[in-house]
């Protein structure tokens, strides 16, 4: 499979319990099975500040090092050939830009739901500042869409 820009970052963002995981191992599931793609590795907000930096709280600042340090881990992992596919609420607009022009060619999904499905989803679901992205590549309700139904649009329009 080639890209036309090189290997890609994708990243998946919207609040809790949207459904970025889902939709990422979705991507990856396709690539690997369907497509015969490149290696992928997802990288999911809630592992990434487990496994890597926990000392990382939830202030508007730790978000953002958040976003940042997981660019730079997505930027390594193009370095190797292997397309990452970051699944992180990233809630500031400001530190997605910074994470793009960190990664280079990224291409943005967001992800949003009713606040009543997402509680649904997210039990433990906290209201946070959210800055909607401007100009997502791709954006869908997910209680409208399957994680299927998502991923034609993205594969259809993109490779």
Known sequence: MQFQHGIPVIWITGLPGAGKTTLGLAIADFLRDELDGPRTQI???????????????????ERQ????????LARMLVGHRVLPIVC????NAQARKMARDLVGYMSE?????????????????????????????FAFDTS????????G?????TW
């Open 43 to 61: 990288l999911d907000g809630d592992e990434i500040r487990k496994d890597f930096w926990p000392e990382l709280g939830y202030s508007e600042e």
């Open 65 to 72: 090092a958040n976003v940042l340090r997981t660019a730079r």
């Open 88 to 91: 992180l609420v990233s809630p």
């Open 109 to 137: 999904i967001y992800l949003w739901a009713p606040i009543e499905l997402i509680k649904k989803r997210r039990p433990t679901f906290y209201r946070i500042p959210y800055d909607i992205p401007s100009s997502p590549q």
């Open 144 to 151: 409208e869409q399957s994680p299927e139904e998502m991923l």
């Open 153 to 157: 649009r993205i594969f259809e329009e």
